[in-house]
């Protein structure tokens, strides 16, 4: 999900879509119903876990750099991090499925490591035979897969700054409320839109205080205010201060509070150096 296809794999991909649903053409494609486009990519859901071909010229071949440069330059950003994703995964591309999409990421990682950060490499490789042997070997790559793309989030946090872009990171500490997904993500959508009554469609009841606290950031953040709340301006809420990258606003079942997270994105110390590469 953190990858990005190849031109040539971006081709293959192509092929496979037009062989699955029997057409030739982009026009064709684009008479598709949604259910039909829905049922092909379930069935090619591995195929399509990477991101956007990476061409040189609409999206630069380092995108790292390409931020840090400045090529996002004048945005203001919010960029979130849950500190529980890996159920996720399992949901977006089935149980079935689970195991060749978490190996198909582990091996991307690795040959990118390898092919840049050797030392690195080695590390991973020694962190998930190590996990795994207190936990199935699939659950230890998953685990390494969620760091790697935690960290990977966080690097992109850091080289907009460095761009001169404003970041506001949020971190997002709060026990998953829909068990059978686990994500973060899921919690924080439902947050912002204020979609509390579809979390309650699975038995589960959003924080109140979390909900409208972060709606009221968000609101601030869209009509350019200072991030940041007073005491009581949401009743029986402390103040809050929402500051820039580094610092992250870390929300969990019981506060808000402002402080740096580098510490929290990976148990493999040596990655830690790729955020000064």
Not at 145 to 158: G, K, M, N, P, V
Not at 231 to 247: C, H, L, R, S, T
Request: charged share 25%; with cysteine; hydrophobic share 40%.
């Amino acid at each position: 999900m953190f990858t990005y296809s190849t031109p040539e794999t971006s081709r293959n991909l192509a092929k496979k879509l037009l062989q699955e649903t029997s057409t030739t053409t982009m026009e064709e494609l684009m008479q598709l119903s949604t259910q039909r486009l829905k049922e092909a990519q379930q069935k090619l859901v591995l195929d399509l876990a990477s991101g956007p071909t990476r061409d040189g010229k609409l999206i630069p071949l380092d995108m790292y750099t390409a931020y840090q440069n400045g090529a996002a330059s004048g945005i203001e950003f919010i960029i979130g991090i849950p500190s529980n994703e890996r159920q996720i995964y399992k949901s977006l591309v089935g149980e079935k499925k689970y195991e060749d999409f978490i190996s198909k990421e582990i091996d991307s990682i690795v040959r990118f490591l390898d092919d840049n950060y050797p030392a690195e490499a080695n590390a991973v490789r020694a962190y998930i035979e190590n996990q795994a042997e207190s936990m199935p070997e699939l659950e230890a790559q998953a685990k390494m897969y969620e760091q790697f793309y935690t960290l990977s989030t966080y690097r992109c946090a850091q080289k907009l700054t460095e761009g001169g872009n404003k970041v506001h990171l949020l971190y997002w500490n709060v026990k998953p409320l829909i068990e059978n997904l686990g994500s973060g993500t899921v919690d924080v959508a439902a947050a912002f839109l204020g979609s509390r009554e579809a979390v309650q469609l699975y038995g589960n009841v959003l924080n109140r205080d979390i909900a409208e606290t972060l709606q009221k950031l968000f609101r601030k953040f869209e009509s350019g205010e200072e991030i940041r709340l007073f005491n009581n301006e949401i009743k029986g809420i402390n103040a809050i201060d929402w500051k820039e990258f580094p610092q992250a606003l870390i929300v969990s079942e019981k506060s808000f509070k402002c402080e740096p997270i580098a510490d929290k994105l990976t148990e493999v110390e040596c990655l830690m150096d790729l955020l000064a590469k």
